[in-house]
T-cell receptor, first 115, second 114 residues
Framework: AQSVTQLDSQVPVFEEAPVELRCNYS??????LFWYVQYPNQGLQLLLK??????LVKGINGFEAEFNKSQTSFHLRKPSVHISDTAEYFC?????????????FGAGTRLAVHP | DAGVIQSPRHEVTEMGQEVTLRCKPI?????LFWYRQTMMRGLELLIY????????DSGMPEDRFSAKMPNASFSTLKIQPSEPRDSAVYFC????????????FGEGSRLTVL
């Protein structure tokens, strides 16, 4: 069965500093990987996704993530964060076992950007 | 294009009352999902539909919960009777038939059961 582990529940960082949010997954088959962002009192929206091809994926708002199959990781990075990046970030995995498969979400990482 | 629309945005009710949450998915999306979000348990998938048919309801916590999708543009999640532990934010999401796992979420319905 697939599972997703987000290693940090909270990440405080100063504005304009780089940030990395860590995500590891477990699955016995090929997967699709996603990062979603949730701003306060809003639903989740897609930041970026890995389906196939290049392991470095670029998303919206300057975020990128790298798929590492050997380490079963999909860490999210941004070289310089803004106050407006303060939000909760969710890593998710969709396992390809035929048909349509449900997304499994990690517990989330709360990113707090301080001035 | 309009996104996923949920109503009500906020609901406060008393224990034992019936609660009905509503969702209108994005037009053309064949999959609809209901999630529940709490501080303790995070995001939990309750049920999902494909072409209006429930496919997996293994996440529905108990018989007090039921979900329907009478047509492609409308779904309901009902809790009867409601209990304080049902307090949570309930999200509806939809995706395309050829979906690659990308979901489009509504803004959620925040339920408080007193």
């Amino acid at each position: 069965a697939q599972s997703v582990t987000q290693l940090d529940s909270q990440v405080p960082v100063f504005e304009e500093a780089p940030v990395e949010l860590r995500c590891n997954y477990s699955s016995s088959v090929s997967v699709y990987l996603f990062w979603y962002v949730q701003y306060p009192n809003q639903g989740l929206q897609l930041l970026l996704k890995y389906l196939s091809g290049s392991t470095l994926v670029k998303g919206i708002n300057g975020f990128e993530a790298e798929f590492n199959k050997s380490q079963t990781s999909f860490h999210l990075r941004k070289p310089s964060v803004h106050i407006s990046d303060t939000a909760e970030y969710f890593c998710a995995v969709s396992e390809l076992t035929g048909g349509y498969n449900k997304l499994i979400f990690g517990a989330g990482t709360r990113l707090a950007v301080h001035p | 294009d309009a996104g996923v629309i949920q109503s009500p945005r906020h609901e406060v009710t008393e224990m034992g009352q019936e609660v009905t949450l509503r969702c209108k998915p994005i037009s053309g999306h064949d999959y609809l999902f209901w999630y529940r979000q709490t501080m303790m348990r995070g995001l939990e998938l309750l049920i999902y539909f494909n072409n209006n048919v429930p496919i997996d309801d293994s996440g529905m916590p108990e018989d007090r919960f039921s979900a329907k999708m009478p047509n492609a543009s409308f779904s309901t999640l009902k809790i009867q009777p409601s209990e304080p532990r049902d307090s949570a934010v309930y999200f509806c999401a939809s995706s395309l038939r050829q979906g690659t796992g990308e979901l489009f979420f509504g803004e959620g319905s925040r339920l408080t059961v007193l």
